[in-house]
């Protein structure tokens, strides 16, 4: 157990939809990191918060928005679904923002199917 | 173009047999990681790398900065490590993470 908790597990929503994803990192980590797998893309970095502010951004469509929270828990938003964005979408922590210079924390994922 | 490739891309052995996935990148990088993803999908970091090497248990991982290049070993392989593991890196401008596509790894008893 990485510490890092992820919900829903699994999601199973229309194209068109909007979803929530969320995310808490282990405690005491301030870094958020999204990640989305899908099949024929592989792991793609999305989008990293760290201490409440964005750091970094990655392949994160506009369709897409996440933040972080003052408690540091996470939300990635994503809207006007597609079946294209059926994936797993991973959250990882870490215990600074800095140059990537540290260990993350995966999350058990999050399922999403759009149908 | 890639900027993170690996090889192979897939790999059977037999349990006992030294193992070694190449990663090779064609970016300046402040780090590399090596993850592990088991069938159930779940990831774990393995190590993070800036230079050198790296031993945690039957587990090695070297990196050579100026060829760009780093090597994930196995020793004595076991079935549990039956796995797909992922090579990512870090832009040294901390901005961008790129990951390879993954060596699938089955090691048979």
């Known amino acids: 157990d990485s510490g890092v908790t992820q919900t829903p597990k699994h999601l199973i929503t229309a194209t068109g939809q909007r979803v929530t994803l969320r995310c808490s990192p282990r405690s005491g980590d301030l870094s958020v990191y999204w990640y989305q797998q899908s099949l024929d893309q592989g792991l793609q970095f999305l989008i990293q918060y760290y201490n409440g502010e964005e750091r970094a951004k990655g392949n994160i469509l506009e369709r897409f928005s996440a933040q972080q929270f003052p408690d540091l828990h996470s939300e990635l938003n994503l809207s006007s679904l597609e079946l294209g964005d059926s994936a797993l979408y991973f959250c990882?922590?870490?215990?600074?923002?800095?140059?990537?210079?540290?260990?993350?924390?995966f999350g058990p994922g999050t399922r999403l199917t759009v149908t | 173009k890639n900027e993170v490739e690996q090889s192979p891309q897939n790999l059977t052995a037999q349990e006992g047999e030294f193992i070694t996935i190449n990663c090779s990148y064609s970016v300046g990088i402040s780090a590399l990681h090596w993850l592990q993803q088991h069938p159930g999908g779940g990831i774990v970091s393995l190590f993070m790398?800036?230079?050198g090497k790296k031993k945690h248990g039957r587990l090695i991982a070297t990196i050579n900065i100026q060829e760009k290049h780093s090597s994930l070993h196995i020793t004595a392989s076991h079935p549990r490590d039956s796995a797909v593991y992922i090579c990512a890196v870090i832009t040294n401008t901390g901005n961008q993470f790129y990951f390879g596509t993954g060596t699938s790894l089955t090691v048979i008893p």
């Open positions: 990882a922590s870490s215990t600074i923002g800095g140059r990537g210079i540290n260990e993350q924390y």
């Open positions: 790398l800036s230079s």
